[in-house]
T-cell receptor, first 115, second 115 residues
Framework: NAGVMQNPRHLVRRRGQEARLRCSPM?????VYWYRQLPEEGLKFMVY????????ESGMPKERFSAEFPKEGPSILRIQQVVRGDSAAYFC?????????????FGNGTRLTVT | GENVEQHPSTLSVQEGDSAVIKCTYS??????FPWYKQELGKGPQLIID?????GEKKDQRIAVTLNKTAKHFSLHITETQPEDSAVYFC??????????????FGSGTRLSIRP
């Protein structure tokens, strides 16, 4: 049973470009979470999605950031017009759909560097 | 919203000794407390979790305790080994939504095991 798959593992973008981060949840998981981790810091919640629905985006910056989890295909975290402050590791996690307080299973992250 | 504080931020122990990491949470409605281990270049991995109806849980060399009245919980690692060196995150989860909940993480403890 494959775990949470994130790609790319590393992404370099120039200021002003767009970054697209992809996440395929574990088989059978329909809940996806995105977290951001700055160097030497903890994980900050960004957004929680179910298939075709954004459930909680309270951690997402109001501008330039968006997320989706379509009926088919991976979840996408999109950052438009990237700035140096967007450089971080972005982790995706997934969980089971039917169990309250289901543990999160994390991918190995995408490390975004903005030059 | 929920706030989770974790300490110490760094911890160095002699191989074979015990390590203790402590966390406090703010929202008394939190009912699920997972602990994650993050190795360099990887995503966080769940190592143990505890629910609010339990005061203590053990899994081999790892144990977690929960004091609901004081709103704090701790991770105990006994007979530490070099492979225990990593960053450890505590987390607290509020119940909510239809079938899953949002997990808030502490800032992490970097544990180093001295040979």
């Amino acid at each position: 049973n494959a775990g949470v798959m994130q790609n790319p593992r590393h992404l370099v973008r120039r200021r002003g470009q767009e970054a697209r981060l992809r996440c395929s949840p574990m088989k059978g998981h329909s809940h996806v979470y995105w977290y951001r981790q700055l160097p030497e810091e903890g994980l900050k919640f960004m957004v929680y999605l179910q298939k075709e629905n954004i459930i909680d985006e309270s951690g997402m910056p109001k501008e330039r950031f968006s997320a989706e989890f379509p009926k088919e295909g991976p979840s996408i975290l999109r950052i438009q017009q990237v700035v140096r402050g967007d450089s971080a590791a972005y982790f995706c996690a997934s969980s089971l759909p039917t169990v309250v307080n289901s543990p999160l299973h994390f991918g190995n992250g995408t490390r975004l560097t903005v030059t | 919203g929920e706030n989770v504080e974790q300490h110490p931020s760094t911890l160095s122990v002699q191989e074979g000794d015990s390590a203790v990491i402590k966390c406090t949470y703010s929202d008394s409605a939190s009912n699920y407390f997972p602990w994650y281990k993050q190795e360099l270049g990887k995503g966080p991995q769940l190592i143990i979790d505890i629910r609010s109806n339990v005061g203590e849980k053990k899994d081999q060399r790892i144990a977690v305790t929960l004091n609901k009245t004081a709103k704090h919980f701790s991770l105990h690692i006994t007979e530490t080994q070099p492979e225990d060196s990593a960053v450890y995150f505590c987390a607290a989860s509020l119940p909510g939504y239809s079938s899953a909940s949002k997990i808030i993480f502490g800032s992490g403890t970097r544990l180093s095991i001295r040979p």
